[in-house]
């Protein structure tokens, strides 16, 4: 199957500080890819469609000011969190359609973030 | 809209007990269905999917999941469970294009020696 990557696997970081996570397509290109945050003991959250060339789509109640997220290629994304706050802890996860057909969705092993 | 329910939060079994985790989804249109399995502090990984055609679907490690339309149903089954199958399952159900997901809440079995 399709392979996709996130990058860092894990981070910590400080209150205040931003932390940016990469989501890349290994072996495939994706005018979108989707983020996921998974609070812990919880399902995952869907927070915003990332579209190649155009601005992302925010899920309602998820704060775009906040997450930022930028499809710079079709095979990278990347989610910044500003400003994080330790509330922000969480394991994000990214997801990108295979391209095969169009019904199915490649996960990323996750980021698990950590704000003091 | 699509919606996902996961009526087990918790299942314990001893080891090879069969199995079965509840999905029920509610949708207007036609959709997909969806089992990933997760292990800890790791991504999701597809167990099997329901795209079309046959009801009864297999997939990797032994799981088998029937569709059943008029319950609404996706439920996740295994006839003999191992001390590794132990992680959180998820339901998912997407629209026709496959884009979005929507996940169940999630169901931790847990295999018991």
């Known amino acids: 199957g399709a392979v996709v990557s996130q990058h860092p696997s894990r981070v910590i970081c400080k209150s205040g500080t931003s932390v940016k996570i990469e989501c890349r397509s290994l072996d495939f290109q994706a005018t979108t890819m989707f983020w996921y945050r998974q609070f812990p003991k919880k399902s995952l959250m869907l927070m915003a469609t990332?579209?190649?060339?155009?601005?992302?789509?925010?899920e309602q109640g998820v704060e775009k000011d906040k997450f930022l997220i930028n499809h710079a290629s079709l095979t990278l994304s990347t989610l910044t969190v500003t400003s994080a706050h330790p509330e922000d802890s969480s394991f994000y996860i990214c997801s990108g359609p295979s391209g095969e057909g169009i019904n199915e969705q490649f996960f990323g092993p996750g980021t698990r973030l950590t704000v003091l | 809209a699509q919606s996902v329910t996961q009526l087990d939060s918790q299942v314990p079994v001893f080891e090879e007990a069969p199995v079965e985790l509840r999905c029920n989804y509610s949708?207007?249109?036609?959709?997909?269905l969806f089992w990933y399995v997760q292990y800890p502090n790791q991504g999701l990984q597809l167990l099997l999917k329901?795209?079309?055609?046959?009801?009864l679907v297999k997939g990797i490690n032994g799981f088998e999941a029937e569709f059943n339309k008029s319950q609404t149903s996706f439920h996740l089954r295994k006839p003999s469970v191992h001390i590794s199958d132990t992680a959180e399952y998820f339901c998912?159900?997407?629209?026709?294009?496959?884009?979005?997901?929507?996940f169940g809440t999630g169901t931790s079995l847990t295999v018991i020696p």
């Open positions: 998912a159900v997407s629209d026709n294009t496959g884009n979005q997901f929507y």
């Open positions: 990332s579209n190649e060339g155009s601005k992302a789509t925010y």
């Open positions: 329901y795209l079309s055609g046959s009801t």
């Open positions: 949708s207007s249109v036609s959709v997909y």
